[in-house]
């Protein structure tokens, strides 16, 4: 009966992780669509660039925070989940802003 609990465990991880992922890209979309209303198209590469570099530092910070709060816990693959399922859409966001920048597109 252990297989039958592990391939609880297994579903169980993929159902969080799919939702963890959906969750972040539409909070990433989110975000997004209000920064891109808040500054005018000439200079929103940039900006977008320099807003995404900061929040990537600021999911490393949680991160850490966590794990020196927590040691190696449970808790701990959990925050590792939520910080990677926002912080892979920012960091897609990051390259191909920088793509853009390089390549002069608006």
Same mark, same amino acid.
């Given at each position: 009966?252990?297989?039958?609990?592990?391939? /609880?465990? %297994?579903? #169980?991880?993929? @159902?969080?992780?799919?939702? $963890?992922?959906? =969750?972040?890209?539409?909070?990433?979309?989110?975000?997004?669509?209000?920064?891109?209303?808040?500054?005018?198209?000439?200079?929103?590469?940039?900006?977008?660039?320099?807003?995404? /570099?900061? %929040?990537? #530092?600021?999911? @490393?910070?949680?991160?850490? $925070?966590?794990? =020196?709060?927590?040691?190696?816990?449970?808790?701990?693959?959990?925050?590792?989940?939520?910080?990677?399922?926002?912080?892979?859409?920012?960091?897609?966001?990051?390259?191909?802003?920088?793509?853009?920048? #390089?390549?002069?597109?608006?």
């Amino acid at each position: 009966m252990e297989s039958g609990s592990e391939l /609880v465990a %297994y579903w #169980l991880l993929t @159902v969080s992780v799919a939702l $963890a992922f959906s =969750l972040g890209y539409y909070a990433y979309i989110s975000i997004k669509r209000k920064f891109d209303e808040e500054y005018s198209g000439a200079s929103l590469l940039p900006k977008r660039l320099i807003h995404g /570099v900061v %929040y990537m #530092l600021f999911l @490393v910070l949680l991160h850490e $925070a966590v794990k =020196l709060r927590l040691g190696s816990s449970p808790l701990e693959v959990l925050m590792l989940l939520a910080v990677a399922a926002i912080g892979i859409p920012l960091l897609v966001d990051i390259v191909v802003t920088s793509y853009r920048l #390089l390549r002069g597109h608006k």
